[in-house]
T-cell receptor, first 114, second 111 residues
Framework: AQSVAQPEDQVNVAEGNPLTVKCTYS??????LFWYVQYPNRGLQFLLK??????LVKGSYGFEAEFNKSQTSFHLKKPSALVSDSALYFC????????????FGAGTILRVKS | EAQVTQNPRYLITVTGKKLTVTCSQN?????MSWYRQDPGLGLRQIYY???????DKGDVPEGYKVSRKEKRNFPLILESPSPNQTSLYFC??????????FGSGTRLTVV
């Protein structure tokens, strides 16, 4: 079965420093991978996706993610964190077998301190 | 504006009192889905629909019903809510397997 692991419940980073939010996945077949962000009292907002092509995917708000097939990872990165990036981040993988649903990780809280 | 609209945003109800959470999308998407979000568990799929009159169970369907009579609407029905259904619910629509658009969420408390 498809699964996603986000090994860190919370990531703390100082404003201006680079940030990484980790994600590893398990799928059968080609992975379709996604990152979503959830701000307090808001719905999920799409950040970026990997379907095929370049391993480095660029998305919204300056975020990017690196797909690594050998390590089955899809880590979210940003070169310089902003306080406004503080939110809950979800990694997800498409389950092509079960109605194309998205299988989500448990989420990682990102706290950026000024 | 392309969006998924859920109502209500907040709901407190008592055990056993039937309720419906509405979901509507204006993007002509065939695929719609309901998720619940619980701390430490991420989002789990309740039901999904691939088109009008086509629905199927997700991972946690017990205690829920859905219907898809029109393409734009996908209501979530709790016939007899119980406290373990206290959660944050999200409706989503999109093109199957691609990036989905999520509603703003419905926070349900069952007492």
């Amino acid at each position: 079965a498809q699964s996603v692991a986000q090994p860190e419940d919370q990531v703390n980073v100082a404003e201006g420093n680079p940030l990484t939010v980790k994600c590893t996945y398990s799928v059968s077949g080609n992975p379709y991978l996604f990152w979503y962000v959830q701000y307090p009292n808001r719905g999920l907002q799409f950040l970026l996706k990997y379907i095929t092509g370049d391993n480095l995917v660029k998305g919204s708000y300056g975020f990017e993610a690196e797909f690594n097939k050998s390590q089955t990872s899809f880590h979210l990165k940003k070169p310089s964190a902003l306080v406004s990036d503080s939110a809950l981040y979800f990694c997800a993988v498409r389950d092509g077998i079960k109605g194309n649903k998205l299988v989500f990780g448990a989420g990682t809280i990102l706290r950026v301190k000024s | 504006e392309a969006q998924v609209t859920q109502n209500p945003r907040y709901l407190i109800t008592v055990t056993g009192k039937k309720l419906t959470v509405t979901c509507s999308q204006n993007m002509n998407h065939e695929y719609m889905s309901w998720y619940r979000q619980d701390p430490g568990l991420g989002l789990r799929q309740i039901y999904y629909s691939m088109n009008v009159e086509v629905t199927d169970k997700g991972d946690v369907p017990e205690g829920y019903k859905v219907s898809r009579k029109e393409k734009r609407n996908f209501p979530l029905i709790l016939e007899s809510p119980s406290p373990n259904q206290t959660s944050l619910y999200f409706c989503a629509s999109g093109i199957q397997g691609m990036s989905y658009t999520f509603g703003s969420g419905t926070r349900l408390t069952v007492v």
